[in-house]
């Protein structure tokens, strides 16, 4: 913990923790030694500036610490100044314990924030996926049906790609395969066309094959 989060910590305390804090802390640097009498409670009071059930409770706690003890009529001794270094390590490791735990919320939130920006950014790569997807050409077949207007028309008079915005790049007739068939090419029932569209085009073509009067 650095000297910043330690003073932050040690702002948020009640005021009778903080000088029972102080007091420990003196003693564990020798500026209070075991056996010495502390100044009285009014004393404290006025040099803390607090009320003296501020400084009754602070010397309490130390009291019930071992560090001081309290002989009535004479005023508070240190006793022992290793309970003063096991209060003022406890107290730094409750204020560790506490940093960590804010520190674990921050990232928590951090995180949360995180998976909120990942989730944004998956909806904007699927909804980019999909259009995209949509606009790639890709391979498809329609089969001219009985009733299609295209039966006995060439691909010259159709005007095919540009009616459909799709190529034809094969005719399969009685499971022959003719490649790049020429412009002069009439088409018959049953004839399977093979094309290249994007996807959003396929609605169109089936349309245009089997629906559309000509």
């Known amino acids: 913990m650095n000297k910043k989060d330690s003073i932050k910590n040690i702002s948020s305390m009640a005021k009778y923790e903080k000088i029972a804090f102080d007091i420990a802390t003196k003693i564990l640097k020798r500026e209070y030694t075991e056996g010495q009498k502390l100044y009285g409670r009014s004393t404290l009071a006025g040099r803390y500036n607090v009320s003296p059930e501020t400084i009754r409770r602070a010397v309490a706690l130390l009291q019930s610490m071992g560090i001081v003890e309290v002989f009535q009529g004479s005023g508070i001794n240190v006793k022992d100044r290793n309970a003063a270094k096991k209060y003022v390590e406890s107290f730094n490791h409750r204020q560790d314990l506490l940093a960590a735990r804010e520190k674990y919320l921050q990232l928590l939130d951090e995180k949360r924030e995180l998976d909120k920006k990942i989730e944004e950014q998956m909806d904007r790569v699927l909804m980019y ?22 039966i006995n028309k060439s691909l010259i008079d159709l005007q095919f790609r540009k009616e459909t915005d799709a190529t034809v790049i094969a005719i399969e007739r009685k499971g022959e395969e003719i490649f790049s068939p020429n412009k002069d090419f009439v088409l018959q029932e049953g004839d399977c ?6 996807s959003e085009k396929t609605e169109k073509i089936e349309k245009y094959v089997n629906s559309q009067i000509l």
């Open 193 to 198: 066309l093979i094309f290249i569209a994007s």
């Open 129 to 150: 996926s999909s259009r995209l997807l949509s606009i790639l050409p890709r391979v498809g077949e329609i089969v001219i049906e009985k009733n299609s207007p295209l």
